[in-house]
T-cell receptor, first 115, second 112 residues
Framework: GAVVSQHPSWVICKSGTSVKIECRSL??????MFWYRQFPKQSLMLMAT?????????EQGVEKDKFLINHASLTLSTLTVTSAHPEDSSFYIC???????????FGSGTRLTVV | DAKTTQPTSMDCAEGRAANLPCNHS???????VYWYRQIHSQGPQYIIH???NNETNEMASLIITEDRKSSTLILPHATLRDTAVYYC?????????????FGEGTQLTVNP
């Protein structure tokens, strides 16, 4: 299957700063990538669908100005958490759609802690 | 996509088969059943998927009832490393890259 690399694996930042998380598809050109957020002891919640070369589609209730998504190439999508607050502390996971033969492949996740 | 219902948690003895049920009574004809699992603090991992026939791969078997309203994921010889949250997801289109949404899943704990 496809290999998805997510960086960083964990990050601690101060309130009010911005944090960028990268999601790379190492061996597959992914036109579609997905971003999820997961709070402790909860399931994954889809935040947005990212399409290469176009604007991301955000799920209801997700602030697009706070969670900036850029999918400028077929192998890289980034999620920037702007003006982070402690309530943004979460586990962020990206995923790619690799076609019928590969399906969905997930990154290893990024643990964000805002202090 | 059709809603799924899974038990919140299950226990299994190491070396025994783990049978994880999933109800999807509102599934429609073009929806597939997918199973993923998530080991603590990692991204989800694909296990298996099927439409109506039973499926088997190196990780697990998927048994889908004839009316397709429920399915069972079988881990034939569970190990401690199979302890994870298992998600049953029903969605349209094996070839479609549409959004994948997760329910609450089943926490499987494999005990020594």
């Amino acid at each position: 299957g496809a290999v998805v690399s997510q960086h960083p694996s964990w990050v601690i930042c101060k309130s009010g700063t911005s944090v960028k998380i990268e999601c790379r598809s190492l061996d597959f050109q992914a036109t579609t990538m997905f971003w999820y957020r997961q709070f402790p002891k909860q399931s994954l919640m889809l935040m947005a669908t990212s399409n290469e070369g176009s604007k991301a589609t955000y799920e209801q209730g997700v602030e697009k100005d706070k969670f900036l998504i850029n999918h400028a190439s077929l192998t890289l999508s980034t999620l920037t958490v702007t003006s982070a607050h402690p309530e943004d502390s979460s586990f962020y996971i990206c995923s790619i759609w690799g076609g019928a033969s590969i399906g969905y492949t997930f990154g290893s996740g990024t643990r964000l802690t805002v202090v | 996509d059709a809603k799924t219902t899974q038990p919140t948690s299950m226990d299994c003895a190491e070396g025994r088969a783990a049978n994880l049920p999933c109800n999807h009574s509102t599934i429609s004809g073009n929806e597939y059943v997918y199973w993923y699992r998530q080991i603590h603090s990692q991204g989800p991992q694909y296990i298996i998927h099927g439409l109506k026939n039973n499926e088997t791969n190196e990780m697990a078997s998927l048994i889908i009832t004839e009316d397709r309203k429920s399915s069972t994921l079988i881990l034939p010889h569970a190990t401690l490393r199979d302890t994870a949250v298992y998600y049953c997801i029903v969605r349209v289109g094996e070839t479609s890259g549409s959004r994948l949404t997760f329910g609450e899943g089943t926490q499987l704990t494999v005990n020594p």
